[in-house]
């Protein structure tokens, strides 16, 4: 990736749209978990167009209304959380597009990305109604409709370019059919002897896997709150520790599943973590995070064992329910 060029990000004026807030762990982990759900969807969008298969297009069925249920607990006003999705794309995006700019040592342009990003969520946390109230006119109307116009320079949700390079029409929403329990057991059996793929090992390596993503995301927060740039280069060393494990997991190199896996692991850890926090306030609310990181967990496994299929069988249960159940059951064939 060649350098970029820093006067190509002036265009994305944040100026007096954001107060600097430290929101609380919750808030943080639950923002954090909304940034890793839209970069899904958009690879999603890309792996659908690059392999022609309608599946990829019908999975974002199942991560749109996450996020949105999110932003809600969120308290992001309805007439804001379009843009909401928006503002925590482009900070997703300039975040991995600055991780990408440091371990090539294009550190003043990875700085300037981080500076952005961090910035954005700034903006994000601004427009929350128990910030909002506190803080206005922080976000004015007249700001927000220009950044708006701005961030669809940066961050495409559509994808309608990407879309356009074939011909097949907007596919239409279907359930994705999921084979039954003992077919999926003869196809991880054949898959384990084709790739030596231990689940009940592999779990462990997971989660590993998570709090080093999890450890990127926060050198990112810490180096552009501190402006120390030092903390950026311990994210550079944990990706690359990150990417080492990660190679040991991802298979299949379809579409963006690499992508895909990695922002699954994150969002499911983010929400393991918001759900901790409300253990003690909420706890069916607490419950409720915890069963959609493991139904994101279980899609990450879904994605990187081919349970996911193409053709038409009978109506199957809600994907990430069922998805769920088998790889349960899946790993619990594998525990000797």
Same mark, same amino acid.
């Given at each position: *990736?060649?350098?970029?060029?820093? +006067?190509?990000?002036?265009?994305? =004026? /944040? ?5 600097? &807030? ?9 923002? /954090? ?31 749109? +209304?996450?996020?949105?249920? &999110? ?5 992001? +006003? ?16 300039? *975040? ?7 371990? /090539? =040592? ?16 700034? @903006? ?26 701005? &961030? ?42 084709? =790739? ?13 896997? *998570? ?17 120390? +740039? ?72 879904? &994605? ?22 088998? @790889? ?9």
């Amino acid at each position: *990736m060649s350098e970029l060029k820093e +006067p190509t990000l002036s265009d994305l =004026n /944040l100026t007096g749209l954001y107060t600097s &807030l430290i929101p609380t762990e919750e808030t943080h982990e639950l923002s /954090l978990a909304i940034m890793n759900l839209i970069a899904i969807e958009e690879h999603l969008v890309y792996s659908g167009a690059k392999t022609h298969k309608t599946s990829y297009y019908d999975i974002i069925q199942t991560i749109r +209304p996450i996020a949105e249920s &999110l932003l809600n607990q969120l308290e992001i +006003p309805s007439a804001l959380q379009s843009l909401s999705l928006k503002i925590l794309a482009a900070s997703m995006r300039l *975040m991995e597009v600055g991780t990408k700019q440091w371990s /090539l =040592n294009h550190h003043n342009t990875a700085q300037d990305l981080f500076q952005k990003a961090y910035e954005l969520l700034q @903006v994000f946390f601004s427009m929350q109604n128990h910030y909002a109230h506190k803080t206005q006119p922080t976000v004015d109307a007249q700001a927000l409709q220009t950044l708006n116009q701005q &961030l669809d320079q940066w961050v495409h949700l559509s994808s309608a370019t990407t879309l356009s390079t074939h011909a097949a029409s907007e596919p239409v929403a279907r359930e994705i059919p999921i084979p039954d329990v003992q077919t999926l057991v003869e196809q991880f059996d054949t898959t384990q002897k084709q =790739n030596k793929l231990d689940l009940s090992a592999d779990q462990d390596l997971t989660i590993g896997i *998570m709090n080093l993503i999890g450890l990127e995301e926060e050198f990112f927060i810490l180096g552009a709150r501190s402006n120390n +740039p030092s903390y950026y280069e311990s994210l550079s060393r944990f990706r690359e520790i990150r990417k080492n494990f990660m190679q040991k997991l991802i298979r299949r190199y379809e579409g963006e599943v690499w992508c895909m896996s990695k922002h699954l692991m994150a969002a499911s850890m983010h929400l393991m973590q918001a759900g901790f926090h409300r253990t003690q306030k909420n706890a069916e609310t607490a419950y409720s995070l915890f069963q959609t990181a493991y139904d994101l967990y279980a899609l990450f496994w879904g &994605l990187n064992l081919d349970f996911i299929q193409e053709q038409n069988t009978q109506p199957a249960a809600t994907l990430l329910g069922k998805l769920g159940g088998l @790889v349960k059951k899946i790993i619990d064939c594998c525990i000797e």
